[in-house]
């Protein structure tokens, strides 16, 4: 493994760096990523490199490598294709330890960018050089400062990481866990794969002390038994959530045009998915709230649930939702019934889901649900819309703009300091909550930052029953992976 | 249908309403519903009854319906539980048209409820009343400007009608129409459904001139036989959209303490919605994006689609998500290929979808779009990830803060632009486009405004590619019951 480890620091840990085809052109990608490592902070040598000389954002630009005057770690190379080769020879030449290839134009436009993909791997492999790409939009290290990609946001230090076989999702993915209040440890848009693969970063992540959960987004593997094998031990150390494109044959032929991806079978991948312990989600959204949640819930020891609702029909889709993922929605032992009768208005429906029915009080209801949480028979949570639970009532709400203005922030803090309630009795019973809420006094604004508000503090609201359902099973399926979960 | 419509004329057209159980207290019911009526502007009489006399919020308080200067059509009534059939002999003595019963605690609380309940139904059936409730949180009519309601927001007149056996989802719905931009026909939790039942309901709305799409969430039905053929009937006039609680037997128990609803077979009623031209979708914010989009998308004549991505794993995940649902993602003929060639940089993947790679300008993208729109053996199209749409580039961005603020605007814009010329090309042509795009320039406060913005012009963004197909699902669905499609 530290082998490992030293083939990816030049990539992710590099001390210096050299940026081969930098342009002061605002709108060319060698402008571009040059003044991202300069805005993200990086700390160590940035050495521009353009055959016409000359100074861009105040850094000296060199005419080649071979006139920078040290040994980069990392040289980033966009300039036409035609000319990567060359250029690859010349940073080989020099010394550099590692490369990273943004052109496109090789294996995924047919024979002739194939034939300069295979020159490419037999250079790299030859010099024992690590290289990502070509035909990728680069990658991110927050912990290092070292942002050196084509979007437009520099994703704060964090424990997500994120490997992508495809630019545009490792920016929808990263965008996102930066509005939910989150940060990445590495991000990386993998592209063609010619000499470092997708599972090579997965075995690496697997190490990486800074990263919790891996997000991929794959089209293909170059090697699936290897994937397998990396996947199932990686998966003993922290969860890997992963989205499969190209899994009907429409999606296939667009992948081969994309990445040059050959998609397998997808019964099979779902089967080995299931074997090395992966989690496997449908959709980009599900994908980013089935990993987030895994910061910061705890594992279930069984399927048995608890459902507690602030309304009839959310506490139906709710149990419908948990039902369908194989949930067990427990009927609640006397014990806790009883217990319940002292909290719950008398007209209380003495069932699971617990409805809390008009007249419920707050403070009453965290009372409620920790007689739950602490039920034996109930081994994870879920929440239904909060409402009755905020210190906030239908007849607070303000009529005058301007006052409605300020009470967005009385409402959000309503909000946080009930999510917080509810997240002191996951950790106190090491069980699993999940929250599903309609923000039924916030405006559009007021929703929009909620996830990221919530996230700073570790926490999630969703907004559907079923979305929250998803989550627990993929806690669930982990936990049984893990071997947390109790036999079936 | 003339006697239907003068059925629900004392409801949803009222001229004057008695609110038996007003209060002043600002925490009840009586104060709530009285407070949003006068706030949404009702321009007939308004009377509250409470045995205290006095006034609230300016109106005269009458003691007793009986001391009513004149009949009122509507009796909200809001008084406990024992008290209601007293009440509501006396609405009948005085000659009141209809009522709506808020009060809980009839049927869904057990055989004493039950028994008062079925008095309730006596009562109104014999004086030929018709009665929304009990056990339900009220209506809106916003074209009457009659907000008889809990939920404290007046949802603008629009083209929604929402009818839900859950007074909170009716909230979340009502809120999310807003959100996006549009406005409701009429929104009614329709409680137990003691004398009007769901059934009723539907069939007003399907010759409703205001309602162009009907969004329904129900656990039950009270006589499903009756259900099928009204639905049968209005689907040819109105798309009906449903949510069903009690899927799962867990549901069904949720759905049997909440509404008292018995749910039946799961599959028996997916068959009866197919067989009823009713849409089924399987969450509420599937049934917001389905829903709304029956408000301006033509009906396609085929599942034959075409595809435009900006970006190559959104053309994948786009793929995927269309061939899952049915949709032929079809070999576009030679002769758009060689169009597309005149419009598109030389390295593009003349396949379907078609990838937007680097260097694909935002004028040309509209012809190309343009060119797949006319193709004839493109029924459909979905257009993903719009970035390289927009009149903004990477290099655009500023980098201050206030800079930034104002920028917002400027995006917003852009995405307006982008939208209104690709909705050019969907009248133009009358197919369908759906567009599912990752906002990536955007804050979060921006792309919370964009659904609000975009939906006031009868336009939509959708977060993931899954939703966009889910919607062209949903129209396809519903053009074959029109027999508008083509016979497969």
């Excluded at 993922?325 to 429906?349: C, H, Q, S, Y």
């Excluded at 508000?453 to 669930?476: F, Q, T």
């Amino acid at each position: 493994m530290s082998d490992l480890k030293d083939k990816f620091a030049p990539l992710f840990q590099s001390r210096s760096i050299a940026i081969i085809g930098a342009s002061s052109d605002r709108t060319k990608w060698g402008y571009i990523m040059l003044k991202h490592l300069v805005d993200g902070g990086f700390r160590g040598a940035i050495y521009p490199i353009n055959t016409s000389g000359d100074e861009i954002l105040g850094l000296k630009v060199y005419r080649t490598v071979a006139d920078i005057p040290e040994t980069p770690d990392l040289a980033v190379i966009s300039v036409p294709a035609p000319a990567v080769l060359n250029v690859l020879k010349e940073c080989i030449a020099k010394g550099t330890k590692a490369g990273l290839v943004i052109t496109a134009g090789f294996a995924e436009l047919g024979e002739t960018g194939a034939r300069m993909q295979r020159e490419m791997v037999e250079l790299a492999r030859k010099a024992g050089m690590p290289l990502i790409g070509p035909n990728c939009n680069g990658f991110m290290s927050p912990w290092n400062k070292e942002y050196v990609q084509f979007p437009t946001f520099l994703v704060p230090a964090g424990r997500v990481a994120i490997i992508a076989q495809s630019g545009n999702v490792m920016d929808s993915l990263t965008r996102q866990v930066m509005l939910h209040g989150q940060g990445c440890s590495i991000c990386v848009a993998i592209g063609n794969e010619a000499v470092l693969h997708f599972e090579d970063y997965l075995e690496y992540l697997g190490d990486d002390p800074h990263t919790s959960v891996i997000m991929c987004y794959i089209e293909g593997f170059k090697d699936g038994q290897r994937f397998l094998k990396i996947a199932s031990e990686v998966s003993k150390k922290k969860p890997i959530v992963i989205v499969k494109g190209g899994k009907t044959r429409a999606g296939a032929i667009a992948a081969a045009s994309h990445t040059a991806a050959v998609a397998g079978s997808d019964l099979i991948f779902d089967a080995a998915c299931k074997q090395a312990g992966v989690i496997r989600v449908r959709s980009l959204d599900e994908m980013l709230n089935v990993s987030l949640a895994f910061l910061w819930q705890p594992l279930p020891k069984g399927r048995r649930l608890g459902i507690v609702t602030g309304g009839g029909g959310w506490g139906v889709m709710g149990a419908d939702a948990c039902a369908e993922m194989g949930f067990d929605v427990v009927k609640l032992p006397d014990e806790t019934i009883r217990a319940l009768d002292t909290l719950l208005p008398t007209w209380w429906n003495r069932g699971n889901p617990v409805d809390l029915v008009a007249g419920s009080k707050p403070d009453n209801i965290y009372k409620a649900v920790e007689q739950i949480m602490q039920c034996p028979s109930v081994d994870a949570m879920m929440f239904l819309s909060m409402v009755p639970m905020l210190k906030i009532r239908a007849f607070d709400l303000p009529t005058e703009a301007d006052e409605r203005a300020k009470f967005g922030e009385v409402l959000e803090n309503a909000v946080i300091e009930a999510m917080e309630g509810l997240n002191k009795l996951v950790k106190k019973y090491n069980k699993p909550m999940v929250v599903a809420t309609e923000q039924i006094f916030a405006t559009n604004i007021e929703e929009a930052r909620l996830p990221y508000l919530l996230g700073k503090h570790d926490l999630a609201c969703y907004h559907m029953p079923h979305e929250a359902a998803r989550v627990l099973l993929a806690l669930a399926d982990y936990a049984r992976y893990r071997g947390a979960l109790k036999p079936e």
